[in-house]
């Protein structure tokens, strides 16, 4: 194998497919780059049997051929040439990179060694704007679960593709997130759950160009999303998900109407009295044409308000702060509607119109203060 391309182009292909390459699979060729030169097109191949990303790019090809690179080691090297092009031949698993003055000498793998990458031929088909779906995702993912042991299936998000229309929710057993959006889409409903690490690394590839779409083909077990000049394919997860329908409350007692930003502002003022979030609730009162914020801890107490259009019965109920915030933030409305059913019932977060988002988060118990 023999090619020579862009410098930077290769650096940054080389950089994106990195992460694709987990450090916690100690198997050498898995812990490399798969390079691939055709007649004029270099690819480029990080994997790791449950997440892989693969793009192509121009180069000009002397000899075919394939070879492992270890990904860390081929990285730093082309991060620091100064070049404008890089030249890198492989003779059995012997790798020479040259540019300019810099020659290094390395050692590769052999290609027949790595493995295969599952293929979703005759996949559902799928198309999403990137900016659509790169909202969504942020509106989204902050709710899905890092490590549920008991409930795997929770550490994914959940697409949900029905007549014209595409839903996302997130889970953890402390909040739910639920996003909707309308897309052109007249097939049959699917559903499906890709994993968190999927997803993250699927909004970091999104380019510029963000009114494009992203294609995307779902197998039984495999996904692949194709943005921009990256295929990325991933293992979906399996499982019983939430009910979520059934988590909602259906009815409230009371009605918040809140300036959401004033809302973010009042309870990220408790934060600097707040020792630890998941022990240390805040104190919400809704009442009347306010609502109430306080937290005591050991480091001492915070009290502040806020106005806010409240009708119904008064309410007291106690927030981990972050999942509150959380919410909030990723409102993408100027106010949203707040509806409770007293103090040991979940919270729905909603837009004043319409159903685009829907935010569930479970209170905390307050214990009495003096």
Same mark, same amino acid.
């Given at each position: 194998?023999?090619?020579? #391309?862009?410098?930077?182009?290769?650096?940054?292909? #080389?950089?994106? %497919?990195?992460?694709?390459?987990?450090?916690?699979? +100690?198997?050498?060729?898995?812990?490399?780059? &798969?390079? !691939? #030169?055709?007649?004029?097109?270099?690819?480029? +191949?990080? @994997?790791?049997?449950? /997440?892989?990303?693969?793009?192509? &790019?121009?180069?000009t090809v002397s000899e075919p051929g394939a070879i492992v690179i270890n990904a860390k080691i081929i990285c730093d090297i082309v991060r620091n040439i100064p070049t404008e092009t890089i030249a890198i031949e492989a003779n059995g698993t012997s790798v020479t990179i040259s540019a300019g003055a810099a020659q290094y000498n390395i050692n590769g793998i052999d290609a027949n060694e790595y493995p295969e990458l599952p293929s979703v031929s005759g996949g559902f088909p799928l /198309? *999403?704007?990137?900016? %659509?779906?790169?909202?969504?995702? +942020?509106? $989204?993912?902050?709710?899905?679960?890092?490590?549920?042991?008991?409930?795997?299936?929770? $550490?994914?998000?959940?697409? !949900?593709?029905?007549?014209?229309?595409?839903?996302?929710?997130?889970?953890?057993? @402390?909040?739910?997130? *639920?996003? $909707?959006?309308? *897309?052109? @889409?007249?097939?049959?409903?699917?559903? /499906? *759950?890709?994993?968190?690490?999927?997803?993250r690394e699927l909004i970091k590839l999104i380019g510029s160009d963000s009114e494009k779409d992203i294609s995307i083909s779902v197998g039984k077990r495999h996904i692949v999303f194709e943005v921009e000049d990256y295929s990325i394919i991933s293992r979906l997860l399996d499982g019983d998900f939430l009910d979520y329908n059934a988590a909602i409350p259906k009815t409230c007692a009371t009605t918040a109407l809140i300036n959401t930003m004033d809302a973010v502002s009042c309870i990220e003022r408790t934060v600097p009295v707040i020792e630890n979030s998941a022990k240390n609730p805040i104190r919400c009162l809704f009442d009347r044409d306010e609502m109430r914020i306080s937290t005591v801890s050991a480091i001492g107490r915070m009290f502040d308000y806020t106005h806010a259009n409240v009708s119904g019965d008064r309410v007291e109920i106690g927030f981990n702060s972050k999942y509150l915030l959380d919410a909030l933030e990723n409102s993408d409305t100027d106010q949203v509607k707040i509806e409770l059913n007293g103090p040991v019932s979940p919270v729905k977060i909603l837009p004043l119109g319409g159903e685009s988002f829907l935010f569930l988060v479970l209170p905390m118990r307050l214990k009495n203060e003096t």
């Open positions: 194998m023999k090619f020579t #391309c862009n410098t930077k182009k290769l650096s940054e292909a #080389c950089s994106n %497919v990195m992460r694709a390459v987990s450090p916690k699979v +100690t198997i050498p060729t898995v812990e490399g780059i &798969l390079m !691939e #030169c055709g007649s004029d097109t270099l690819s480029l +191949t990080g @994997y790791d049997f449950e /997440f892989g990303i693969n793009t192509t &790019l121009n180069a /198309f *999403i704007n990137q900016s %659509v779906l790169q909202k969504m995702v +942020t509106q $989204t993912v902050f709710a899905v679960a890092d490590n549920e042991k008991s409930k795997p299936v929770h $550490t994914g998000l959940k697409f !949900e593709v029905t007549l014209n229309q595409l839903r996302l929710v997130g889970v953890d057993g @402390y909040r739910l997130a *639920i996003r $909707t959006e309308p *897309i052109k @889409y007249d097939g049959e409903d699917v559903t /499906f *759950i890709v994993p968190k690490k999927t997803i």
